[in-house]
């Protein structure tokens, strides 16, 4: 297939539409119709060898958890999902067949969020490489730095569940019953679309845990110019959390705390937010905190970073 | 440096605002106050050994050469280029100063077109790659599939000197004096934001020359349903193209049907466009031809493809 055939395929699988989307794959570039309000905007890109490894995930997976990092990213801001464009970089032992599979998990991902892929771009590489950029609308954006001492700490999703998957698929282990909860956290995270809604107007401040809960709420804490401190029981009480470390020989907690990309959404509020529970708190100064039955300690917010 | 490190070397480079851009570089995503009117979105990725050869342009060049791509599309619209966010796909042999360089040519490219980029994504790879995704804004956009028989065919900008340069460079030619125009139009190309400006709400159609004239004129008559005729003469016009193809032994007309990357604009129109010279005319029916002074002949519309 050539490069205009491809296209085609892409245009076939991925070709669904939204409100506001006037001219979508097929031209220079798409054309919407923004309703009133803000727009939140990102991209995110999935490397070979990097964020996925092609033995480790089917190619319908590799598009689905490329699509979903970037909706997180919109669910964190408290915004709606609206659409999407893919760049895609393809090797030449990627071939068609896989490139479908690829598209569908996109497609597949897209649907689940509500935010159509409207376009893109093909191109020749030397490692498959998918970068996702996508467009939210809102009314208000829940920023990373609008924290204040005395809001709680609010957690929807699980955390420390995906890093164990790879892990469990890394040492072979992907079909052990004990980690099966994992791996597919691992190969089929969802962005917190209804979650992020429900935050919106009510989070003083938000991040998504791609990189870790310590590190992203790090990030959080710094912006905010707070301190944050975590409550270790509640990190632990996940059954699922807790096998998967034990099959794994791995410590729950530290997998709780820098395990990344569960896409899990930590807000921050003075009241309970629909679909989050309370993990923790904010308090005035700086840094990280961890609080458990024998007290209060540091907490060093490494996490995944991909120049260390 | 870290993660954290480039992140911030980066916004400090890249660091400039635009009318309606709320929060830019440090959030999970940027946040937009969009203008009435339409957007218009593209993504484009240059990957290293594909789009460029580090051997053959400078870091400052290839963040110039990446942001433009994706700029030419917004003008080839009709839009004016709003802002950009930028994916830099880093390997471990690139170090702080050539990112910083890539991040300083990005800067140069925005400045020069009016949008600056208000975040991105930074990741590790095995060779550079930059995906830069752009809006901007418009009434209406104007689309490939517009023309109608009796446009005129208008074009802005040259074609053929880019790949002219590239072959240059290539055969380590790139100092001869009678390539040095050649070489400048791959190493510096501009998005043609004010001719993008000048064409809209006049032209029928349009597209930008990324792929080569006679596949993308193509395209525009694929998608209108129309035979476009472009004219012999006025492709081989311009000196500094004749004394590339002679300096080089290759032909001027081949250059100019064939050669992509200049990033020209053309457009259909019944009246002229200020910035415009005609180059051939719109007929019913489908296809490409090429009129000389010794008649008519139907062309291929051969060009860059990446699958071919």
Chains 1, 2 share one sequence.
């Not at 393809?90 to 969020?113: F, H, I, K, N, T």
């Amino acid at each position: 297939m050539d490069e205009l055939g491809r296209i085609a395929m892409l245009a076939r699988v991925l070709g669904a539409s939204a409100a506001g989307v006037d001219v979508a794959i097929g031209d220079d570039a798409a054309v919407l119709s923004p309703p009133s309000g803000r727009l939140v905007w990102t991209i995110d890109e999935h490397v070979e060898g990097v964020h996925f490894r092609r033995d480790l995930a089917s190619w319908r997976e590799v598009g689905w958890r490329s699509y979903m990092a970037a909706a997180s990213d919109v669910s964190a801001m408290g915004a709606s999902p609206w659409c999407a464009l893919a760049s895609i970089v393809v090797p030449r032992d990627v071939d068609d067949a896989a490139l479908e599979d690829v598209a569908q998990g996109q497609r597949d991902a897209a649907d689940a969020s509500g935010a159509p892929v409207v376009g893109g771009n093909l191109a020749r590489g030397p490692v498959l490489s998918i970068a996702t950029t996508l467009l939210g609308t809102c009314h208000e954006a829940v920023q990373r730095r609008g924290a204040r001492a005395g809001d709680g700490l609010w957690l929807a999703g699980r955390v420390g569940l995906a890093a164990a998957g790879f892990r469990a698929l890394e040492r072979g282990m992907g079909s052990a019953p004990a980690l099966a909860a994992a791996v597919l956290a691992w190969r089929a995270p969802r962005a917190r679309v209804v979650d992020g809604l429900a935050m919106a107007g009510i989070a003083t401040a938000a991040v998504d845990v791609s990189d870790g809960l310590a590190r992203d709420v790090a990030h959080l804490g710094k912006a905010s110019g707070v301190c944050v401190v975590l409550d270790e029981r509640s990190l632990i009480e996940d059954p699922a959390l807790l096998d998967a470390a034990l099959a794994l020989g791995e410590d729950a907690l530290d997998l709780a705390l820098y395990g990344g990309e569960d896409y899990a959404l930590v807000a921050t509020s003075d009241r309970p937010i629909a679909g989050f529970r309370r993990i923790g708190e904010v308090h005035g100064g700086s840094g990280l905190a961890l609080r458990s039955a024998s007290g209060e300690r540091r907490l060093d917010p490494r996490g995944f970073d991909h120049f260390g």
